[in-house]
């Protein structure tokens, strides 16, 4: 069984960052698939970002991408979402998943039901 816990969520205003983190216990992350969705109220929860096991493949929605980085530490059994340039559109709880087995291409990494483990959720908001 693995436990994901998310923290750095918080109310930033427009323009700003913020780093997510995403810590996993009960088995090391070396071969899994990591990444990040979100869910704004009122809307379906979207993928957000997503790393391979090795931290080479990286995947990001185009509503993200140049503005948010993915990256993983396996030593720490961490994953980090560096949230730059943020928008008001970008408010909603972030929640961190697992995939245990091997992800083939961005139409894996973006769906949600390719996930086995799933977050808490950490909120983000962005203040105009």
Same mark, same amino acid.
């Given at each position: ?7 750095? #969520?918080?109310?930033?205003? %427009? ?8 810590? &996993? ?10 990444? *990040? ?11 957000? &970002? ?22 993983? %530490?396996?030593? =720490? ?9 943020? =928008?008001?559109? %970008?408010? &909603? ?11 083939? #291409? ?11 483990? *799933?977050?808490? #959720? ?7």
């Amino acid at each position: 069984q693995v436990q994901l816990v998310e923290s750095g #969520g918080g109310l930033v205003q %427009d323009g700003g960052s913020l780093r997510l983190s995403c810590t &996993a216990s009960g088995r090391t992350l070396s071969t899994y698939t990591m990444g *990040w969705f979100r869910q704004a109220p009122g809307k379906e929860r979207e993928f957000v &970002a997503a790393i391979s096991g090795s931290g080479i493949s990286t995947y990001y929605a185009d509503s993200v991408k140049g503005r948010y980085t993915i990256s993983r %530490d396996n030593a =720490k059994n961490t994953v980090y979402l560096q949230m730059n340039s943020l =928008k008001a559109e %970008d408010t &909603a709880v972030y929640y961190c998943v697992l995939r245990r087995a091997f992800c083939a #291409g961005y139409g894996c990494y973006a769906a949600p039901a390719k996930y086995d483990y *799933w977050g808490q #959720g950490t909120q983000v908001t962005v203040s105009t």
